[in-house]
């Protein structure tokens, strides 16, 4: 049974930054991508970034580019999502998506 989990949501102020986390469990394939995704009540869950198990192949949302990284631990099969210059658009619910397995998300919220 593989398990997604997400951390690192916050409330945080414009201009800001934050590092989320994603951790999985029971992952027996090797290669597989794992991706951030985000969404806000009304509205549809919106790709935000992807990398793959190994370590490269990152690609990113034009609304994020220069401003988030992503990136793998692959030691610890952790993902990281470094968010910087946030903007209160970036306020949503961040999921991360390994494979076909979704986690339960995390709050993400900027305002002054």
């Known amino acids: 049974q593989v398990q997604v989990q997400e951390s690192g949501g916050d409330l945080v102020q414009p201009g800001g930054s934050l590092r989320l986390s994603c951790v999985a469990s029971?992952?027996?394939?090797?290669?597989?991508?794992v991706n951030w995704y985000r969404q806000t009540p009304g509205k549809e869950r919106e790709w935000v970034a992807r990398i793959f198990s190994n370590g490269r192949g990152m690609e990113y949302a034009d609304l994020v580019k220069d401003r988030f990284t992503i990136s793998r631990d692959r030691s610890r099969s952790l993902t990281y999502l470094q968010m910087n210059s946030l903007k209160p658009e970036d306020t949503a619910v961040y999921y991360c998506?390994?494979?076909?397995?979704w986690g339960q998300g995390t709050q993400v919220t900027v305002s002054s």
């Open positions: 998506k390994i494979g076909t397995y």
């Open positions: 029971g992952v027996t394939n090797s290669a597989y991508w």
